[in-house]
């Protein structure tokens, strides 16, 4: 069963399918010889989206000469190598509402109207790049092969035919000699054109052919940039207003895509930044478009409303959330104290989530909900790791709006910068570098780095030499002789920056309290990625889920900076419990004590996720 089989796309098509093929108007193209011989049955549609999958009904797999529908990726091809400015010199871009072989040239220019119809595409073919004919059309066959994602050959028996009997081209082909738009041999030129209109192709490549535009030039699955994206914003425009010759006007009008048709009864319509469509039904109109085939766009475009002018896309908004540090906390275990002043202040740190694709519109309104932010806003902290894309508009609003928000002091900070969009990723490390802007990998070390910049403006500072026993929470409850008991068991223990203090998977006999500095808390996934899930800081006790429970350690805790822990040994708390039970009680009552607001914490974390 095929992949795409009983989806509703697939449903659609073959509805569609059984529908337009009692269409029976229309005459096969013959003028030239081998077109001729197409079956009027013949007919395939395949949609293409611009991640790749594509959905084809009936004669999808059969190949078919391209002809014109190969004028918007040459066009296209040579828009990258030469630059619009070069190509306009050679061929314009206006209508001419005329057929597509006509042999008129723009008087005022002496340049072919546009590059869809014959005369102009002929003109382009003249611009091919190579040395020698043969690499001129082996550089054709590679550029068209791009675009489709796999070798295109060309059909020798309907090059032949064309080369016979293409005397029309030829008469348009020797004008512009002529008026010296193009200045190579017209024959060698007109055989480069006519193996390009014989390429073989399925409803299924032309529809991967179509994507490649829908998805800005990049084919979606060999991940080759083939166009930039002013070249395909500039080859859809052509196709939008001169694809379909002299019924241009009235499809923009009904159907309302880019789109380009061909006399094997090819058309290839266009949803920029959604999907293609490819038809292949041979009978045409008298204007030389496929009958079925301007049918069924016809069909497609008013069952899905993909006009795309009722498809002007409302402003999507951004903004995905919007919290503060009061709602959400980091990872870091804290203790009560600063757990108290995150709660009452924590509404200085706003944290933002943003999604999908910023653009003009979409950052006129993000910069809105900015500005909605409370005043006290200290710190604002941004996660990038659902946006899709920035486009300069939006960048440039964005680098405006961070140059106002650092000049009234507040600190922004970047999270989750998506490193696997190559686009984002630049436009974004441009803004940090720009104006100096904090970025940070994870969300959860940029909310901590938040909270203790906030904290540290906030608290008094840790005091180490004043340190003792019961500013640690396991043992705040103990009286003075329980301490001093409790001290002899206690070994002070350094490590520096980077020191793995415990391992995961190792036997583990000792809890440790932290004195002085922070470790983290790491841990690895199925795929062996390592994630940090948490920190401690003085006060704060890690390892007693082994020490006390037996067993091995389930993480790891590495020193963030140079640390200072106090060991205490299982066996020794053993003996503690003999000999001291009233201690151990109390020790154990903390214990249960902590558990509950860690516990909390982690319920709290994953209702967020939710
Ligand atoms: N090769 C054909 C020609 O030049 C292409 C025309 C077309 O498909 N409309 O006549």
């Given at each position: 069963m095929g992949r795409t089989e009983g989806s509703p796309f697939q449903r659609y098509l073959e509805g569609l399918h059984a529908e337009l093929k009692g269409l029976n108007k229309g005459q096969v193209a013959d003028y030239i010889p081998e077109l001729a011989k197409a079956a009027p049955s013949n007919f395939g549609i395949s949609f293409a989206t611009i991640d790749g999958e594509v959905y084809s009904v009936g004669d999808s797999g059969i190949e078919f000469s391209i002809q014109s529908v190969s004028k918007p990726f040459a066009y296209g091809g040579a828009l990258s190598r030469l630059g619009t400015e070069a190509l306009l010199t050679k061929v314009g871009v206006e209508p001419t509402g005329e057929a597509f072989n006509s042999i008129v040239l723009d008087q005022v220019n002496n340049r072919p109207f546009n590059p869809m119809v014959?005369?102009?595409?002929?003109?382009?073919?003249?611009?091919?790049?190579?040395?020698?004919?043969?690499?001129?059309?082996?550089?054709?066959?590679?550029?068209?092969?791009?675009?489709?994602?796999?070798?295109?050959?060309?059909?020798?028996?309907?090059?032949?035919?064309?080369?016979?009997?293409?005397?029309?081209?030829?008469?348009?082909?020797?004008?512009?000699?002529?008026?010296?738009?193009?200045?190579?041999?017209?024959?060698?030129?007109?055989?480069?054109?006519?193996?390009?209109?014989?390429?073989?192709?399925?409803?299924?490549?032309?529809?991967?052919?179509?994507?490649?535009?829908?998805?800005?030039?990049?084919?979606?699955?060999?991940?080759?940039?083939?166009?930039?994206?002013?070249?395909?914003r500039d080859v859809l425009t052509l196709m939008m207003t001169c694809g379909m010759y002299d019924y241009a006007g009235e499809w923009s009008y009904e159907v309302g895509l880019p789109a380009k048709s061909g006399v094997s009864g090819g058309i290839l319509a266009i949803l920029p930044g959604q999907l293609s469509v490819a038809i292949w039904s041979p009978p045409l109109d008298t204007i030389g478009n496929s009958v079925r085939g301007i049918e069924a766009c016809r069909q497609i475009s008013r069952d899905f409303g993909l006009h795309l002018f009722m498809n002007a896309a409302s402003v999507e908004d951004v903004v995905r959330r919007v919290a503060s540090a009061r709602d959400q906390h980091s990872m870091r275990i804290r203790n009560p104290r600063d757990r108290d002043i995150l709660l009452e202040v924590g509404h200085r740190i706003a944290i933002v989530e943003l999604q999908g694709t910023l653009y003009f519109a979409s950052a006129e309104r993000m910069i809105r909900r900015f500005d909605a932010l409370p005043d006290e806003t200290r710190y604002l902290l941004l996660d990038f790791r659902r946006l899709t894309s920035i486009d300069p508009a939006a960048r440039?609003?964005?680098?405006?709006?961070?140059?106002?928000?650092?000049?009234?002091?507040?600190?922004?900070?970047?999270?989750?910068?998506?490193?696997?969009?190559?686009?984002?990723?630049?436009?974004?490390?441009?803004?940090?570098?720009?104006?100096?802007?904090?970025?940070?990998?994870?969300?959860?070390?940029?909310?901590?780095?938040?909270?203790?910049?906030?904290?540290?403006?906030?608290?008094?500072?840790?005091?180490?030499?004043?340190?003792?026993?019961?500013?640690?929470?396991?043992?705040?409850?103990?009286?003075?002789?329980?301490?001093?008991?409790?001290?002899?068991?206690?070994?002070?223990?350094?490590?520096?920056?980077?020191?793995?203090?415990?391992?995961?998977?190792?036997?583990?006999?000792?809890?440790?309290?932290?004195?002085?500095?922070?470790?983290?808390?790491?841990?690895?996934?199925?795929?062996?990625?390592?994630?940090?899930?948490?920190?401690?800081?003085?006060?704060?006790?890690?390892?007693?889920?082994?020490?006390?429970?037996?067993?091995?350690?389930?993480?790891?805790?590495?020193?963030?900076?140079?640390?200072?822990?106090?060991?205490?040994?299982?066996?020794?708390?053993?003996?503690?419990?003999?000999?001291?039970?009233?201690?151990?009680?109390?020790?154990?009552?903390?214990?249960?004590?902590?558990?509950?607001?860690?516990?909390?914490?982690?319920?709290?974390?994953?209702?967020?996720?939710?």
């Open positions: 014959n005369a102009g595409a002929i003109a382009v073919a003249a611009l091919a790049e190579g040395d020698t004919p043969e690499e001129r059309v082996a550089g054709m066959r590679r550029l068209f092969s791009r675009f489709a994602g796999r070798e295109l050959a060309v059909d020798e028996a309907v090059h032949r035919s064309e080369a016979e009997t293409g005397h029309r081209n030829r008469a348009i082909a020797y004008l512009m000699l002529n008026s010296g738009m193009i200045d190579r041999p017209p024959e060698e030129v007109l055989d480069l054109y006519f193996q390009q209109c014989a390429l073989r192709v399925t409803t299924e490549d032309l529809a991967l052919m179509g994507a490649v535009l829908a998805n800005g030039g990049v084919n979606p699955r060999t991940g080759d940039r083939v166009l930039g994206a002013a070249e395909v440039r609003f964005f680098s405006d709006f961070l140059r106002r928000k650092c000049a009234e002091g507040v600190e922004i900070i970047f999270a989750e910068v998506p490193g696997h969009r190559a686009e984002v990723c630049a436009a974004l490390e441009g803004l940090v570098a720009e104006h100096d802007l904090t970025a940070i990998e994870t969300f959860d070390a940029a909310l901590e780095d938040c909270e203790e910049r906030l904290l540290a403006d906030l608290r008094q500072p840790f005091d180490f030499t004043s340190f003792s026993l019961n500013k640690i929470s396991l043992f705040s409850t103990l009286d003075h002789s329980e301490l001093a008991v409790v001290e002899t068991l206690i070994h002070p223990v350094a490590y520096s920056e980077g020191e793995t203090i415990v391992r995961r998977g190792d036997e583990g006999d000792i809890l440790f309290v932290v004195a002085r500095g922070t470790v983290s808390v790491w841990v690895e996934d199925q795929r062996g990625s390592r994630f940090r899930v948490g920190s401690m800081g003085p006060g704060q006790f890690f390892g007693e889920m082994a020490a006390l429970g037996g067993g091995r350690r389930s993480a790891d805790v590495v020193a963030d900076e140079s640390v200072v822990c106090y060991a205490l040994r299982s066996v020794e708390i053993e003996d503690l419990g003999q000999t001291h039970p009233q201690i151990m009680t109390k020790v154990l009552r903390s214990l249960a004590q902590e558990f509950g607001v860690r516990l909390r914490q982690a319920n709290a974390l994953v209702s967020a996720l939710k």
